[in-house]
Every structure is written in structure tokens, then in C-alpha cells.
């Protein structure tokens, strides 16, 4: 295994097109640089609208960027191409909000599953019926609902089968757009202590964004924060916590998002 970090982001600048005839816009993301090491999970806060997603798209290679470049492991992560670009993609698993839009609602629970493997090319086999059951049992649900659909799911259930599914194809590292945030608060705490224990069980490095603070600030070992396009600021978890460099940061971290203060 490398001893290069798992990301290593420099200088990022994210921009989108401007409309028929409207003035070029600000960059979405303007210069952002951090480091995720290996096994660690990066929290990713700030206000809506200040890049979060953005930054999360670029990285996933589904938004152009205008400058800047991106390490996956010490590979130049933006230049790779066609079969390459392939294999590289197979180290992320994603998972976003709404897992009801992210699994088919025609396919079973054992399809939704077996999906990326088959994509690869791999056969249905016993083997793999059991690796399935096997992710779904990581993921704290029964095999009996293997021949289940989505609809048939709590909202915390459907999202345990997405994050079994982005780990099928055993990834390195897990990118998560506020996977709790449709979800009923007292389910949200369950589902971030799965990632947690998936995260130590298979070393896994985790970029989190989410809106919910004080849960980040728990099982971060870094923290980033956004304003408006900028990184604000990005330490150990705990140092951030303890010592926010910027106000805006002291305020969101005691206030959550009713915060007041304006980066
Ligand atoms: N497809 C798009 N085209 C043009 N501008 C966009 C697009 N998507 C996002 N933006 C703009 O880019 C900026 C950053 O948006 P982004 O979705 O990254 O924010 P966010 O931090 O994820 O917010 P939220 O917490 O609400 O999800 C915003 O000003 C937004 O209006
Ligand atoms: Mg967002």
C-alpha cells in the first residue's frame, strides 16, 4: 500500500458557466487545499451554498475544474483516462441524501447490490450471494431482506443499503453528502455510528459533508469549513474544536447554522 495520503487537494478552483447573459459567475470553490490521510474521516461543514457539494462533485470527476489538481493515493487524479480512469473510480464509494433516489425502486435489494459487481463483469455466483449478504449484514440489516425493494424500506434501512452498495466494490475511501440529512434525527445518530464503525472495521477514509455539527465534530478526526467558496479554516477535528482560528467557525460550532457571525 502507498504511504501517499489517500486525497491530497491543492488549490481546487471550481467555477460554473455562466448563463446565456449573465456575468461570469464568482468560483463556486475558490482555491481549496487539504489533505485526507488514510483511515481518517475529513468532516466538511458550512453554510449552504458555500461550496460543499461542489467540491465534492469536482473530486468525483462530475464537475470540470478550472484549476488546481487532485491525488487519489499519489495518482494525478484529474488526468486519468478511459480504463484507468475505470479502476481508479472503483477506490470511491458515494453515498448522497435521499437514498429513496439512489436505488432503483425496480430492483431488489440483492440486485441493487450485485449491481457494481456485474457492472464489472463479475457473474452472478454463490460467492457472490454471499458477499452480498455479507455487506448487508455489515450494515446492520437482516439477509432476509435481500429480496426486499427499496419502498418496502424505514428511510434509515434504505440508507443502510447504500452505503452496503458503495462499499461492494471494497473502496478506500467513502464520499458522503449529508447522508443523514433526510433522515428522522433519531435515525441520523444510528447511521453515523455505522460509518464509524465501518470506518475503523475496514480502515476506510471518509469525506463527510454534513449540516449536523455537533455529530461531525464527534467522529472527525479533521474538520474543514466553508464560507462562501473559501476554506476557512481545516485542522484536527479536536484543535478545531478547541481553538477556532475564525470566528465564523467558533459561532457555527456553538450555534450550529443559526449562525450570525459572516465569514
Ligand atoms: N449546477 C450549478 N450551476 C450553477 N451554479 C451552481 C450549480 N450548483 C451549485 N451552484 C452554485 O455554487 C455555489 C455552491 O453550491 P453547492 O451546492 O456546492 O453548496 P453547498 O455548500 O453544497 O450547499 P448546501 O448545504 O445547500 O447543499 C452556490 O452559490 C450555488 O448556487
Ligand atoms: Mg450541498
Redesign the pocket.
Known amino acids: 500500500m502507498s504511504s501517499a495520503p489517500m486525497l491530497d487537494v491543492e488549490n481546487l478552483v471550481i467555477r460554473?458557466r455562466a448563463g446565456l447573459f449573465a456575468p461570469r459567475?464568482k468560483p463556486?470553490v475558490n482555491g481549496a487545499s487539504f489533505r485526507l490521510a488514510k483511515g481518517e474521516t475529513l468532516g466538511i461543514v458550512?453554510e449552504?451554498?458555500?461550496?460543499?457539494?461542489?467540491l465534492l462533485r469536482a473530486i468525483l470527476r462530475l464537475l470540470p475544474v478550472e484549476g488546481g489538481s487532485v491525488r487519489l493515493e499519489g495518482q494525478d487524479w484529474l488526468q486519468l483516462k478511459g480504463q484507468a480512469l475505470r479502476s481508479a473510480r472503483q477506490k470511491i464509494g458515494v453515498v448522497s441524501q435521499n437514498p429513496y433516489l439512489s436505488l432503483s425502486p425496480r430492483l431488489t435489494i440483492a440486485e441493487i447490490l450485485a449491481e457494481p459487481m456485474l457492472a464489472q463483469g463479475q457473474r452472478p455466483s454463490p460467492s457472490m450471494r454471499r458477499k452480498i449478504a455479507g455487506l448487508l449484514s455489515d450494515c446492520g440489516l437482516p439477509a432476509d431482506f435481500l429480496e426486499r425493494r427499496a419502498h418496502e424500506l424505514s428511510g434509515g434501512q434504505a440508507q443502510r443499503v447504500a452505503i452496503a452498495r458503495a462499499l461492494a466494490l471494497e473502496p478506500g475511501l467513502m464520499i458522503l453528502d449529508e447522508p443523514t440529512s433526510a433522515l428522522d434525527v433519531s435515525v441520523q445518530a444510528q447511521i453515523l455510528n455505522l460509518l464509524s464503525d465501518l470506518k475503523e472495521s475496514r480502515g476506510l477514509s471518509m469525506l463527510l459533508v454534513t449540516?449536523n455539527l455537533k455529530a461531525v465534530a464527534h467522529i472527525s478526526d479533521a474538520l474543514l469549513v466553508?464560507c462562501r467558496g473559501d476554506v476557512i479554516e481545516f485542522g484536527r477535528a479536536e484543535e478545531v474544536m478547541r481553538a477556532p482560528t475564525q470566528e465564523y467557525t467558533r459561532e457555527l460550532l456553538s450555534f450550529g447554522l443559526r449562525v450570525r457571525q459572516r465569514c
Do not use: D, E, I, V
Not at 48 to 54: A, F, I, L, R, V
Open positions: 460554473y459567475p463556486a458550512g449552504s451554498g458555500s461550496g460543499k457539494t461542489s449540516h466553508m
